[in-house]
């Protein structure tokens, strides 16, 4: 995405050694903008669009499926931000939700209704 395409270099100074990093060359890849992912995913026979969702880092995002499931990889349910995070975090669920969101698959833990997260 492009709102990720600056972190890249940086990816494999964060990386842990057990996670067995595979180094991502720019020049090989197709960048597309939030935008333009609905036609890049139809393309590949998703239909669903992604999202800039900021909070735990400001390139940040998750893939809508138009069937309401929300893959928010690090996308944090707001309590759990820390307090400098936590009005971006909040703002980041708000598109989620109005774009029609429903279940939530996140990177760690359970899967969720949205409505857990409306809620707050």
Known sequence: MDVQT???????KWTKPHDRYTE???GEN????????RG??????????IVHTPGHSDDSVS???DDGSAFTGDLTL???SSEAHAAIVSDSWRPL???GAT???PGHGPVYPVSKVVAR
């Open 40 to 49: 890049l995913l139809a393309q590949i026979g998703f239909d669903g669009q």
């Open 78 to 80: 707001p309590d759990l």
């Open 103 to 105: 279940t939530v698959y």
């Open 97 to 99: 939700h109005a774009l």
């Open 30 to 37: 197709v960048t597309t903008t939030i935008a333009g992912s």
């Open 6 to 12: 600056e972190v890249i270099p940086a990816m494999k």
């Open 24 to 26: 991502i060359a720019t």
């Open 63 to 65: 893939l809508l499926l």
